[in-house]
């Protein structure tokens, strides 16, 4: 193994020796003998590539590692699991072998960090089940999400060598979950370049545009600074105040973000920068010394009282502390000026990982709460994974508000939140018994809304429980999931009670229970879905005597499909009950009678399967269709396997929806002009809604194949002013 390292001491001489002065917790000379061990391994696990592919391979574990080590603050166990990830990966180190040599804290997180890239081998993480399994390894250990969020921000600085459709699947993940994660972790540096790089890639006019004023504007901006500081620069040096000053210009994301909430110009942006005071003060001088600067910041410039934010006396749940005043600076133009310590600054910047410096390497108590709150979150298979994505994205606004229990401990939510999301905060069986509560000696509904240093107390009853429209005025992750966990739940019992009702009725009236019976039912009473049917009949919603005469009502209806055998027989219009084991998808086969689901529209190169309907022949959807996966649940053998043959000249239509902001006639006509340069695509029909400060609508076209359909999608992406695309899913 020694030989090893001397064979590629030119690959990881330097950089090696960088990753061990960045680590802060090697404590020991068995620390750098392990992480020597881990790299030793990682170096084997390449050893079959050409040099320069393996030295590529152990450069960018090296970089990953120093990342971890240097700009979030990690140490020695973090490094270890990086430079074994690979190896692990590919099977070349057992779990085993890596819990006898490095520890049960590695192979817990190797084994996490495993996992999770084993799930977005086999399909994207988005808009699939496959992100409750995400979190779910991500609650396992802290350090799993922030390597993890790691090596995502090293493929966005690398992203220049992937293809643009996934450039753009990247930046989709990013925004939907990397920065959340990231911001609720407290990981600005890390939220504020993912930001930047993923705005760059969906939006690249936009972000040059935005890049190019800053630019322009740099030498004004940078000569005001100047001047605003001086005088404050002047009285700290005069009171013998340690400290450095800062100014950090808003990134181009924020810049963006505030241009389509506030609808105003670039130019109309009167706070592009702030000014950061950080102070070198430690302990319980902390918070007196940065009042002592507030005070001589405002004595020279007028503040604005309501704009003053004092996440020192109440850090944010993320763990932010930090005094924000906006005064009234030079030429009568309002300037954010930050105040903090340099403990205060770090963990701003780096977010919880940072805590674990200060706090002798345990781990935040904050940090538990909410990896345990994820986990509870997580439990019941019923919470739509999608909704829980929904709500993290909701989780992204900065503002939240402080209460306080009767016996006066502090509660934080997100500002907005009601009387019902305190109750789940506090217990899960609170908020489902919640009937109101005592908010400062005054009686208040469940919708009351927060407000900071509310005192409140929960008023139960044992005869509540949660009710639908719960989820019209909740807005904390915690409560809204467990209402629908509970609605889903109750929704099974009276779908089960509905159709034992069902069944039992149908054999007392000597009828057969069957597909024919449902589709009657269903087409009468207009249901989509089965469960819905049953839960209506568990309701008593219906009478059986009407139920009755529906199903006796003489009609035409054809016989439902039973379910076949795995042998391959021939499907033609004489025979339309059996099918073969493959439905081959061709211009030129026409003894098979197939139509394409219109909820999904399936074009030429998408992964399909086939359906067997009633009467209707075969119908093809995409895989990832929403449809197929209740269809799955409910007739799983009426499915058949379904591939294409050649694309031939055929043209298939899909459905693209639009949400941007600006005007929606501007946009109309991009759209026009788009479809009319390509000669892949044609449209079918557009339709443009204006909305308060933007627009959403769909786009119908016809395309080729697959491959066309991403590369127009991705050109529709960077038209400016557009905010999402996305395909029509079931």
């Given at each position: 193994?020694?030989?090893?390292?001397?064979?590629y001491?030119?690959?990881v001489?330097?950089?090696?020796?960088?990753l061990?002065?960045?680590?802060?917790?090697?404590?020991?000379?068995?620390?750098?003998?392990?992480?020597?061990?881990?790299?030793?391994?990682?170096?084997?696990?390449?050893?079959?590539?050409?040099?320069?592919?393996?030295?590529?391979?152990?450069?960018?574990?090296?970089?990953?590692?120093?990342?971890?080590?240097?700009?979030?603050?990690?140490?020695?166990?973090?490094?270890?699991?990086?430079?074994?990830?690979?190896?692990?990966?590919?099977?070349?180190?057992?779990?085993?072998?890596?819990?006898?040599?490095?520890?049960?804290?590695?192979?817990?997180?190797?084994r996490?960090?495993?996992?999770?890239?084993?799930?977005?081998?086999?399909?994207?993480?988005?808009?699939?089940?496959?992100?409750?399994?995400?979190?779910?390894?991500?609650?396992?250990?802290?350090?799993?999400?922030?390597i993890?969020?790691?090596e995502?921000l090293?493929?966005?600085r690398?992203c220049?060598?992937?293809?643009?459709?996934?450039?753009?699947?990247?930046?989709?993940?990013?925004n939907?979950?990397?920065?959340?994660?990231?911001?609720?972790?407290?990981?600005?540096?890390?939220?504020?370049e993912?930001?930047?790089?993923?705005?760059?890639?969906?939006?690249?006019?936009?972000?040059?545009?935005?890049?190019?004023k800053?630019?322009?504007?740099?030498?004004?901006?940078?000569?005001?600074?100047?001047?605003f500081a001086?005088?404050?620069?002047?009285?700290?040096?005069?009171?013998g105040?340690?400290?450095?000053?800062?100014?950090?210009?808003?990134?181009i994301?924020?810049?963006?973000?505030?241009?389509?909430?506030?609808?105003?110009?670039?130019?109309?942006?009167?706070?592009?920068?702030?000014?950061?005071?950080?102070?070198?003060?430690?302990?319980?001088?902390?918070?007196?010394?940065?009042?002592?600067?507030y005070?001589?910041v405002?004595?020279?410039?007028?503040?604005?009282?309501?704009?003053?934010?004092?996440?020192?006396?109440?850090?944010?749940?993320?763990?932010?502390?930090?005094?924000?005043a906006?005064?009234?600076?030079?030429?009568?133009?309002?300037?954010?000026?930050?105040?903090?310590?340099?403990?205060?600054?770090?963990?701003?910047?780096?977010?919880?990982?940072?805590?674990?410096?200060?706090?002798?390497?345990?781990?935040?108590?904050?940090?538990?709460?909410?990896?345990?709150?994820?986990?509870?979150?997580?439990?019941?298979?019923d919470?739509?994974?999608?909704?829980?994505?929904?709500?993290?994205?909701?989780?992204?606004?900065?503002?939240?508000?402080?209460?306080?229990?009767?016996?006066?401990?502090?509660?934080?939510l997100?500002?907005?939140?009601?009387?019902?999301?305190?109750?789940?905060s506090?217990?899960?069986?609170?908020?489902?018994?919640?009937?109101?509560?005592?908010?400062?000696?005054?009686?208040?509904?469940?919708?009351?809304?927060?407000?900071?240093?509310?005192?409140?107390?929960?008023?139960?009853?044992?005869?509540?429980?949660?009710?639908?429209d719960?989820?019209?005025?909740?807005?904390?992750?915690?409560?809204?999931?467990?209402?629908?966990?509970?609605?889903?739940?109750?929704?099974?019992?009276?779908?089960?009670?509905?159709?034992?009702?069902?069944?039992?009725?149908?054999?007392?009236?000597?009828?057969?229970?069957?597909?024919?019976?449902?589709?009657?039912?269903?087409?009468?009473?207009?249901?989509?879905?089965?469960?819905?049917?049953?839960?209506?009949?568990g309701e008593?919603?219906?009478?059986?005597?009407?139920?009755?005469?529906i199903?006796?009502?003489?009609?035409?209806?054809?016989?439902?499909?039973?379910?076949?055998?795995?042998?391959?027989?021939?499907?033609?219009?004489?025979?339309?009950?059996?099918?073969?084991?493959?439905?081959?998808?061709?211009?030129?086969?026409?003894?098979?009678e197939?139509?394409?689901?219109?909820?999904?529209?399936?074009?030429?190169?998408?992964?399909?399967?086939?359906?067997?309907?009633i009467?209707?022949?075969?119908?093809?959807?995409?895989?990832n269709?929403?449809?197929?996966?209740?269809?799955m649940?409910?007739?799983?053998?009426?499915?058949?396997k379904?591939?294409?043959?050649?694309?031939?000249?055929?043209?298939?239509?899909?459905?693209?929806?639009?949400?941007g902001?600006?005007?929606?006639g501007?946009?109309?006509?991009?759209?026009?002009?788009?479809?009319?340069?390509?000669?892949?695509?044609?449209?079918?029909?557009?339709?443009?809604?204006?909305?308060?400060?933007?627009?959403?609508?769909?786009?119908?076209?016809?395309?080729?194949?697959?491959?066309?359909?991403?590369?127009?999608?991705?050109?529709?992406?960077?038209?400016?002013?557009?905010?999402?695309?996305?395909?029509?899913?079931?």
């Open positions: 193994m020694n030989n090893i390292l001397i064979k001491r030119e690959i001489g330097e950089k090696f020796q960088t061990l002065t960045s680590c802060r917790n090697l404590g020991s000379p068995k620390d750098i003998k392990q992480i020597k061990d881990a790299l030793r391994i990682a170096i084997r696990n390449v050893m079959h590539l050409p040099a320069d592919k393996a030295a590529e391979r152990i450069n960018e574990e090296l970089d990953i590692a120093i990342m971890i080590s240097r700009e979030i603050g990690l140490g020695r166990t973090s490094i270890i699991c990086t430079l074994l990830y690979d190896t692990f990966n590919s099977d070349q180190i057992t779990l085993e072998d890596i819990n006898k040599q490095f520890g049960s804290r590695v192979a817990n997180i190797s996490g960090l495993k996992q999770i890239t084993k799930l977005k081998e086999k399909q994207g993480i988005i808009n699939s089940e496959n992100f409750r399994k995400l979190l779910l390894g991500f609650a396992e250990d802290i350090r799993v999400q922030l993890f969020l790691a995502k090293y493929m966005l690398k220049e060598t992937l293809s643009e459709d996934e450039k753009l699947k990247l930046a989709d993940e990013t939907f979950i990397y920065i959340p994660i990231a911001h609720r972790l407290g990981l600005y540096n890390l939220k504020s993912m930001e930047e790089r993923a705005l760059r890639i969906t939006m690249p006019e936009t972000y040059a545009d935005i890049e190019r800053l630019k322009d504007s740099k030498s004004a901006r940078e000569a005001y600074i100047q001047e001086a005088p404050i620069r002047a009285e700290l040096d005069k009171r105040v340690k400290y450095h000053m800062k100014a950090r210009t808003k990134t994301a924020s810049i963006l973000n505030k241009i389509r909430t506030k609808h105003v110009e670039f130019e109309d942006i009167c706070d592009i920068f702030a000014i950061r005071f950080i102070i070198d003060s430690k302990g319980e001088d902390e918070k007196p010394d940065c009042w002592k600067v005070s001589v405002t004595d020279i410039y007028h503040p604005n009282p309501e704009r003053l934010r004092d996440w020192l006396s109440v850090p944010k749940s993320n763990g932010y502390e930090s005094l924000h906006t005064v009234l600076g030079p030429q009568n133009r309002w300037v954010e000026v930050q105040i903090r310590t340099e403990r205060m600054d770090e963990i701003a910047e780096r977010g919880f990982a940072a805590h674990w410096k200060y706090k002798g390497g345990s781990s935040d108590m904050v940090v538990e709460n909410w990896l345990n709150e994820l986990r509870e979150i997580l439990e019941s298979k919470s739509n994974a999608i909704d829980l994505l929904d709500d993290m994205q909701i989780d992204l606004h900065d503002k939240e508000v402080h209460v306080f229990t009767p016996k006066g401990d502090l509660v934080t997100h500002a907005g939140a009601t009387l019902l999301d305190f109750a789940y506090i217990h899960s069986n609170l908020g489902a018994k919640c009937v109101g509560g005592i908010v400062n000696q005054r009686n208040e509904t469940l919708k009351y809304v927060l407000k900071n240093g509310d005192q409140i107390s929960i008023t139960t009853s044992p005869n509540q429980q949660p009710k639908a719960w989820l019209n005025f909740t807005v904390t992750t915690k409560a809204r999931n467990k209402i629908r966990q509970f609605l889903n739940e109750q929704a099974n019992k009276l779908a089960e009670i509905g159709k034992e009702a069902l069944m039992r009725r149908i054999k007392n009236w000597k009828m057969e229970f069957n597909d024919d019976v449902l589709r009657k039912l269903m087409l009468y009473y207009k249901y989509k879905y089965a469960k819905e049917l049953y839960q209506a009949i008593e919603r219906y009478d059986f005597a009407e139920i009755k005469e199903l006796t009502a003489k009609e035409e209806v054809p016989q439902p499909v039973a379910p076949q055998p795995q042998n391959e027989v021939k499907f033609t219009p004489e025979n339309r009950s059996s099918y073969s084991n493959v439905l081959l998808i061709d211009k030129t086969v026409d003894s098979v197939y139509k394409f689901a219109k909820c999904c529209n399936p074009v030429y190169g998408d992964d399909i399967v086939g359906f067997v309907s009467g209707e022949g075969i119908k093809v959807h995409r895989t269709c929403k449809n197929v996966q209740e269809m649940r409910r007739y799983p053998y009426r499915f058949v379904t591939q294409w043959t050649n694309k031939g000249g055929s043209s298939y239509q899909a459905t693209l929806k639009i949400v902001s600006g005007s929606s501007i946009i109309l006509t991009q759209l026009t002009e788009l479809v009319s340069k390509d000669s892949h695509v044609s449209m079918r029909s557009i339709s443009v809604n204006s909305t308060d400060g933007g627009f959403d609508g769909s786009l119908t076209i016809m395309v080729s194949d697959s491959q066309h359909l991403d590369q127009f999608i991705a050109r529709v992406r960077s038209l400016k002013g557009i905010i999402k695309v996305s395909r029509q899913n079931g």
